[in-house]
């Protein structure tokens, strides 16, 4: 099958006519790719090697496309449907960036009739992403069926104007809390349209964020979730010198980065937790990755919900490049940062 590899850490994306076509295992499906979203992840792998199980790799994990074979024992979906999400990580098989690709039924979502199959291709990492977050690392709860959630209490969202932002500014907001978050100003409307009950400024200096959040809030938030994985150092302060924590005494910080050195300060009661979607699907490699897959696998179920009565809305969108040939054009436009608040995707079937 056709599709485009990358040989070793720092090569070139490079197509190719020769992949072997993957054949899916006991609860597993094999996908026809028809659109992919790319994500910082692609150019990470890339570049770093990081999460990449074996060489030469196949990148991608946004999937979007229709199911064509199903491997035993799976009862979600059948030949035709379409399925979509975010594909195991660095993994042969599963990149999504090839003619056909692997997932595992348990973690995949069941495109319903409200979504396009563009739109489908810009929820996958961005929404498992914020849900891992915010359930594991903020211990936040969905709304049950029929329940609408109020709480008094603020979250913070900095980093609002991403895809991973934009889905966590939906989601803790259906599920009662105030959201504030930080973007620039331009991107303002964006987040408020997600559901941001007010935004903030991340240019400005720290002592005036802290400012702006301490009149804003009045101190009654205790969990910070750092959507774009730069916000380590500012979200120490923020949760030290503004949250006043009247819930449960604790405070909680979930970050994307998890790579950098991190610890909270002494006697700070904050709570730190690294969001890795690499581990998913990986199963039996360890009791992290066995706890992330149980994480999603149950978020699945109440998310699909969700997205068929339109309270998660896909992002924006917009087609940067078409076929194989076009992909490595198309990640390095998305690489420039011209995209901010939409998704950029790869039209490949």
Same mark, same amino acid.
């Given at each position: ?118 739109? $489908?291709?810009?929820? =996958?990492?961005?929404? @498992? !992403? ?5 359930? *594991?690392? /903020?211990? #936040? ?30 989601? $803790?907001?259906?599920? =009662?809390?105030?959201? @504030? !978050? ?5 991107? *303002?409307? /964006?987040? #408020? ?34 959507? =774009? ?121």
């Amino acid at each position: 099958m056709r599709g485009v590899t990358v040989a070793s850490p720092g090569a070139p994306y490079e197509v190719t006519d020769d992949l072997p076509k993957p054949s899916p295992n006991d609860g597993q499906v094999l996908v026809r790719s028809l659109f992919s979203g790319i994500n910082p992840v692609e150019t990470f792998m890339q570049s770093s090697g990081m999460l990449v199980t074996s060489w030469p790799v196949v990148l991608g994990c946004d999937a979007s496309g229709e199911v064509v074979e199903v491997g035993k024992g799976v009862s979600k979906f059948k030949i035709g449907d379409h399925a979509y999400g975010c594909t195991r990580l660095g993994v042969p098989g599963y990149g999504t960036f090839q003619e056909y690709h692997l997932m595992d039924e348990k973690l995949a979502f069941k495109k319903p009739g409200n979504i396009s199959v563009e739109q $489908a291709a810009t929820l =996958g990492v961005g929404l @498992l !992403t914020a849900s891992l977050g915010l359930i *594991a690392g /903020l211990g #936040i709860e969905f709304p049950a069926a029929g329940e609408t959630l109020k709480r008094d209490e603020w979250l913070i969202v900095l980093g609002g104007s991403g895809s991973v932002g934009q889905y966590a500014i939906q989601i $803790a907001s259906f599920s =009662g809390y105030q959201v @504030l !978050t930080s973007c620039s100003p331009s991107k *303002a409307p /964006l987040c #408020i349209a997600a559901g941001a009950s007010a935004t903030f400024d991340y240019k400005l200096p720290l002592d005036e964020q802290i400012s702006t959040i301490n009149s804003i809030t009045g101190g009654d938030f205790s969990k910070v979730l750092d959507a =774009g994985a730069v916000s380590y150092v500012p979200a120490m302060e923020i949760l030290v010198k503004c949250s006043n924590s009247k819930k449960d005494g604790a405070k909680h910080f979930a970050s994307t980065d998890d790579w950098s050195p991190m610890s909270a300060p002494d006697k700070s009661g904050i709570n730190i937790y690294r969001i890795r979607l690499g581990q998913l699907g990986r199963y039996g490699e360890g009791s992290q990755q066995d706890e992330t897959c149980r994480v999603l696998e149950e978020a699945i179920v109440p998310l699909e919900r969700f997205l068929a009565e339109g309270q998660i809305k896909p992002m924006e969108w917009e087609i940067v490049g078409h076929g194989f040939e076009g992909l490595a054009g198309a990640v390095k436009l998305f690489d420039s940062g011209t995209f901010g608040g939409k998704k950029a995707l790869v039209k490949l079937a």
